[in-house]
């Protein structure tokens, strides 16, 4: 790990880190965009751009977002920076689990499954390993629990192939 994503990971804890990053979304996004997935968060931690579709406007909603694979899937958090609501995207998927990640250069279309009980477990453990900032933001979430998906690939390039 770079001293800057060991540096990152330090102040994730900090109210004000959550701030700034919600600042630097939409430029983040728009990087990720640019790269097809290739440089998102800097590359500082293992990120990725998830494509939804708004559950009331029907159009492709973008966020970049830390994932950590598991087998074959993504797995994504919607701990929205330890904020009381839950992010958008997060509904989206509940709303419709199809969606599209951009990684590493390349686009996969996987189905959204939200983890719960043992799983969730299981899988919040792999994700604080990664940021532990997001025991931080649950704390923060004054109770809201804070949703865990798998991404899983689905069609003919349903495999991350050792890629994740």
Same mark, same amino acid.
């Given at each position: ?50 494509t ?13 977002? *830390? ?23 997060s509904m989206?998927?509940?709303?419709d689990? !199809? !969606? ?33 900032a ?25 495999? *991350?192939?050792?890629?994740?």
């Amino acid at each position: 790990m770079s001293v800057l994503g060991t540096i990152t990971r330090r102040v994730g804890h900090q109210r004000w880190f959550g701030a700034v990053a919600r600042l630097l979304v939409p430029a983040d996004r728009a990087v990720g965009r640019l790269t097809r997935g290739r440089v998102v968060a800097l590359g500082l931690v293992p990120s990725l751009i998830l494509t939804t579709t708004g559950r009331r406007s029907g159009k492709p909603r973008s966020n970049p977002l *830390l994932y950590v694979p598991d087998d074959d899937a993504y797995v994504v958090i919607g701990s929205n920076w330890g904020q009381t609501h839950q992010p958008g995207w997060s509904m989206n998927l509940l709303a419709d689990p !199809a !969606a599209e990640v951009a990684v590493k250069g390349r686009r996969i279309l996987v189905r959204a499954e939200p983890a719960e009980g043992a799983e969730r477990d299981r899988l919040w453990r792999l994700l604080v390993t990664e940021w532990p900032a997001y025991r931080t933001y649950e704390r923060r979430a004054s109770g809201r629990e804070i949703r865990v998906f798998r991404l899983v690939p689905v069609g003919r390039d349903a495999s *991350l192939g050792g890629r994740g």
